[in-house]
């Protein structure tokens, strides 16, 4: 089977790379209920993965909270160079994502967090994923489809309490101010 785009033809083979670049262009549209029942990530064999809490994420987060976001940056930077699994990656990118939110490239946090939504819909930062890109969308006066990230953040297994606190908090904000 292949696919004809642009005078360009993809091999089913190559139909990653082609899904990437149209979920790029597409990401604010994409319907977040199919990733809402997700359970928690397992390892091979059924062993749960550890996902210990890093402190260079700790130490990243406080600089984006205190403004620097240069230190911020660098941290992110160094720990995706140095992640060695792919839950690692994915708890750093969700720092890219507050990073960006905090830049105000509202966009680009969105992608990101969608990113790990669509392409590691078992991980366990997928309810965290969920959040940001509702903040995302909440930012780019998009209120519908951050109450539908929102609701798929809370209903997600792998939404840890904190964020789901928030979320609650951003929804019932988000219902308020539609209900007037």
Same mark, same amino acid.
């Given at each position: ?37 997700? *359970? /928690?990530?397992?390892?091979? #064999? ?9 402190? %260079?994420?700790? =130490?990243? !987060? +406080? ?58 819909? *078992? /991980?366990?930062?997928?309810? #965290? ?9 909440? %930012?780019?006066? =998009?209120? !519908? +489809? ?35």
């Amino acid at each position: 089977m292949t696919i004809l785009r642009a005078s360009a033809v993809f091999r089913v083979s190559s139909w990653p790379l082609l899904f990437l670049v149209v979920v790029s262009a597409l990401w604010l549209s994409y319907p977040v209920a199919a990733v809402a029942d997700g *359970k /928690s990530s397992k390892g091979k #064999a059924g062993r749960k993965k550890s996902e210990p809490k890093s402190s %260079a994420q700790q =130490r990243a !987060r +406080k600089a984006i909270r205190s403004g620097d976001l240069d230190l911020a940056k660098a941290l992110l930077r160094n720990g995706l160079k140095g992640a060695k699994s792919r839950s690692e990656r994915n708890a750093w990118h969700i720092v890219e994502a507050e990073l960006e939110y905090d830049r105000k490239n509202y966009a680009k946090a969105g992608l990101v967090a969608m990113r790990i939504v669509i392409l590691h819909p *078992k /991980s366990k930062q997928v309810g #965290a994923a969920l959040y940001w890109a509702g903040r995302s969308y909440e %930012a780019l006066a =998009r209120p !519908r +489809k951050s109450v539908e990230l929102y609701e798929a953040c809370l209903e997600h297994g792998t939404t840890k309490r904190s964020i789901r606190q928030k979320a609650e908090k951003r929804l019932a904000k988000l219902k308020d101010q539609s209900s007037e």
